[in-house]
């Protein structure tokens, strides 16, 4: 089970002061789409040219232009790509195709996918590297969480990894590390702590069941 810590807000030089921290405990660091949005793949770019051995994945949420996009990530140095799941199947596989030509993968995100399980098939079988489980941030204040998509996506996926994220904290980690996904995103629980190390480490500890 691995974590990724996934970088939203500011901007390049406050990610890097972030992930100067954590760059040796995260298994995945991620440039998030707010970051993505606000300066391109600046971001991505800077991150790969300082830490050449990091997994960076870019959470471009691609909803068109499949080829195309993918390329300007994989470009600055992702090695794992985000397309939507509502996105059109040509889209999808386009990004699939282009990330395994490059030797790098493909996140399909499902937020807001409304049928679900389906999806979930249906992407997997297109070749999606990873099915991200994802409860959108405007709906989080409403109590929703992501375990039981959680669950419905490892019950019914059989060669993709799942990723899970949404609100995630140390509140409900251990009900999300008990469905055993492959990947636990965390996001401001981590970035806006007063020791993101130290976060990271509790992350960790409760994943792999330490006392």
């Given at each position: 089970?691995?974590?990724?810590?996934?970088?939203?807000?500011?901007?390049?030089?406050?990610?890097?002061?972030?992930?100067?921290?954590?760059?040796?405990?995260?298994?995945?660091?991620?440039?998030?789409?707010?970051?993505?949005?606000?300066?391109?793949?600046?971001?991505?770019?800077?991150?790969?040219?300082?830490?050449?051995?990091?997994?960076?994945?870019?959470?471009?949420?691609?909803?068109?232009?499949?080829?195309?996009?993918?390329?300007?990530?994989?470009?600055?140095?992702?090695?794992?790509?985000?397309?939507?799941?509502?996105?059109?199947?040509?889209?999808?596989?386009?990004?699939?195709?282009?990330?395994?030509?490059?030797?790098?993968?493909?996140?399909?995100?499902?937020?807001?996918?409304?049928?679900?399980?389906?999806?979930?098939?249906?992407?997997e079988e297109m070749g999606a590297d990873y099915i991200g489980v994802h409860t959108a941030?405007?709906?989080?204040?409403?109590?929703?969480?992501?375990?039981?998509?959680?669950?419905?996506?490892?019950?019914?996926?059989?060669?993709?990894?799942?990723?899970?994220?949404?609100?995630?904290?140390?509140?409900?980690?251990?009900?999300?590390?008990?469905?055993?996904?492959?990947?636990?995103?965390?996001?401001?629980?981590?970035?806006?702590?007063?020791?993101?190390?130290?976060?990271?480490?509790?992350?960790?500890?409760?994943?792999?069941?330490?006392?």
């Amino acid at each position: 089970m691995k974590l990724q810590v996934a970088i939203d807000l500011g901007d390049t030089q406050e990610m890097l002061k972030l992930v100067e921290q954590i760059s040796a405990i995260a298994d995945i660091v991620e440039v998030g789409t707010p970051l993505i949005i606000r300066e391109g793949q600046k971001p991505v770019r800077t991150l790969r040219d300082k830490y050449p051995e990091l997994c960076i994945l870019a959470d471009t949420k691609i909803m068109d232009g499949g080829a195309l996009e993918a390329n300007y990530a994989l470009e600055a140095g992702a090695d794992i790509v985000t397309v939507l799941a509502v996105a059109a199947d040509e889209t999808i596989k386009a990004v699939i195709a282009t990330t395994r030509e490059c030797g790098k993968e493909t996140l399909v995100d499902m937020i807001n996918c409304q049928n679900f399980v389906t999806r979930v098939k249906e992407v997997e079988e297109m070749g999606a590297d990873y099915i991200g489980v994802h409860t959108a941030s405007d709906i989080q204040s409403s109590g929703k969480t992501p375990i039981d998509e959680l669950r419905l996506a490892v019950e019914t996926v059989r060669k993709a990894k799942v990723a899970v994220a949404g609100g995630i904290g140390l509140h409900i980690l251990a009900d999300i590390a008990a469905r055993e996904p492959d990947v636990i995103i965390a996001g401001s629980k981590i970035s806006t702590s007063s020791d993101p190390y130290e976060t990271v480490l509790a992350f960790k500890k409760i994943m792999n069941k330490e006392n």
